[in-house]
């Protein structure tokens, strides 16, 4: 059983398109975030959820929209897909506050041509 | 200010020991992370410590904190061509978020 998982592993698209990745977590944890990886290999939080209410938005773009319908998902939108929005995009979750283990997803990687 | 900075690169011999450092900047960070990613993979929580231990062991893992400095050390002893991955110090200064280092990638040869 996957602890956290991410759909689609790989998502290439034209820039302009607008695209969707999900992500589901079967550990009954309060909290999910999403980070961001580039091509440096650099992590860098973009969001965290807590019961389906967003806590967290690093300075992300608008073009940007998580949702959360239940607190087991939080689903990522991406509008008007940029070039610099190639990156892997991980999923993650963890109990309400940081200071327990975060299970991350595989990542998703975003390829925009 | 938020930084967490590591070495890039590391290349030891198998069955030397690695060392991998970390200096961070929130004295508040009440756990210290190491994340392990291996190559088209996610993240692996590998260990944490509390920042009021000053080491603490797991198998072939050592972590040493010295908070004083903030500098948290990652050493793994017998190093195995399976622990080739990217190693990521962490620390989290609440608001329900991790600061990442830049990852310190270990190659491991013959």
């Known amino acids: 059983d996957t602890a956290v998982s991410q759909t689609p592993k790989y998502l290439v698209t034209q820039m302009g398109n607008d695209k969707s990745i999900k992500c589901e977590q079967n550990?009954?944890?309060?909290?999910m975030y999403w980070y961001k990886q580039d091509s440096k290999k650099f992590l860098k939080i973009m969001f965290s959820?807590?019961?389906?209410?967003?806590?967290i938005n690093e300075t992300v773009p608008n073009r940007f929209s998580p949702k959360s319908p239940d607190k087991a998902h939080l689903n990522l939108h991406i509008n008007s897909l940029e070039l610099g929005d190639s990156a892997v995009y991980f999923c993650?979750?963890?109990?309400?506050?940081?200071?327990?283990?975060?299970?991350f997803g595989q990542g998703t990687r975003l390829t925009v041509v | 200010g938020e930084d967490v900075e590591q070495s890039l690169f590391l290349s030891v011999r198998e069955g030397d020991s690695s060392v991998i450092n970390c200096t961070y900047t929130d004295s508040s960070s009440t756990y210290l992370y190491w994340y392990k990613q291996e190559p088209g993979a996610g993240l692996q929580l590998l260990t944490y410590i509390f920042s009021n231990m000053d080491m603490k062991q797991d198998q072939r893992l050592t972590v040493l904190l010295n908070k004083k400095d903030k500098h948290l050390s990652l050493r793994i002893a017998d190093t195995q061509t399976g622990d080739s991955a990217i190693y990521f110090c962490a620390e989290n200064p609440g608001y329900n978020k991790l600061i990442f280092g830049a990852g310190t990638r270990l190659a491991v040869h013959p």
């Open positions: 993650a979750s963890s109990q309400e506050l940081w200071n327990t283990e975060a299970f």
């Open positions: 959820y807590n019961n389906k209410e967003l806590i």
């Open positions: 550990l009954g944890h309060d909290t």
